[in-house]
T-cell receptor, first 110, second 113 residues
Framework: AQRVTQPEKLLSVFKGAPVELKCNYSYSGSPELFWYVQYSRQRLQLLLRHISRESIKGFTADLNKGETSFHLKKPFAQEEDSAMYYCALSVGNQGGKLIFGQGTELSVKP | NAGVTQTPKFRILKIGQSMTLQCTQDMNHNYMYWYRQDPGMGLKLIYYSVGAGITDKGEVPNGYNVSRSTTEDFPLRLELAAPSQTSVYFC????????????FGPGTRLTVL
């Protein structure tokens, strides 16, 4: 079965602390994985995709096929990082639909 | 470019009423999607379309219908609203390219009483 799991509903950290948002997936094929973010009163938008192997706003995510994980990390959290974060798996043979995790709310306190 | 637009932003329906949620994109994307998001849950796919005239069911299609007569528009129809359809509905679009991102609309918050 195709599934994405984000075990934490809420993650609260202080400014400057490291952040790791966990994501595990279940998929028999070659995964296309994404992190989407929704800031308050804004629409859902792409943060990063595993194929790019880039850092966006200081965030990185590495695909670990052995552990079927795609955790999102940032070494020093900022208050403006507070948002809902969704891990998503793209299923290529069904119109590229996205299977979303439940989301993790990140709260960065001053 | 306006991107993906959705109307209305909010709507309250009575049980058994019908309505259409509108979705338009001006990016000439061939793929379009409708998702619903229930409280505390991730988004779930209702229907999707890979081009004008072509639609297919997603994970939760019951109680909904769609059509795709043009590249730009992908309306979602609720025929007999039920309380279980209370949710936030998101429309999205993307180009048919691997690893390409989906662009989302702002969402429609629907309450069925």
């Amino acid at each position: 079965a195709q599934r994405v799991t984000q075990p934490e509903k809420l993650l609260s950290v202080f400014k400057g602390a490291p952040v790791e948002l966990k994501c595990n997936y279940s998929y028999s094929g070659s995964p296309e994985l994404f992190w989407y973010v929704q800031y308050s009163r804004q629409r859902l938008q792409l943060l990063l995709r595993h194929i790019s192997r880039e850092s966006i706003k200081g965030f990185t995510a590495d695909l670990n096929k052995g552990e079927t994980s795609f955790h999102l990390k940032k070494p020093f959290a900022q208050e403006e990082d507070s948002a809902m974060y969704y891990c998503a798996l793209s299923v290529g043979n069904q119109g590229g639909k996205l299977i979303f995790g439940q989301g993790t709310e990140l709260s960065v306190k001053p | 470019n306006a991107g993906v637009t959705q109307t209305p932003k909010f709507r309250i329906l009575k049980i058994g009423q019908s309505m259409t949620l509108q979705c338009t994109q001006d990016m000439n994307h061939n793929y379009m999607y409708w998702y619903r998001q229930d409280p505390g849950m991730g988004l779930k796919l209702i229907y999707y379309s890979v081009g004008a005239g072509i639609t297919d069911k997603g994970e939760v299609p019951n109680g909904y219908n769609v059509s795709r007569s043009t590249t730009e528009d992908f309306p979602l129809r609720l025929e007999l609203a039920a309380p279980s359809q209370t949710s936030v509905y998101f429309c999205a679009s993307r180009l048919q390219v691997s690893y390409n991102e989906q662009f989302f609309g702002p969402g429609t918050r629907l309450t069925v009483l």
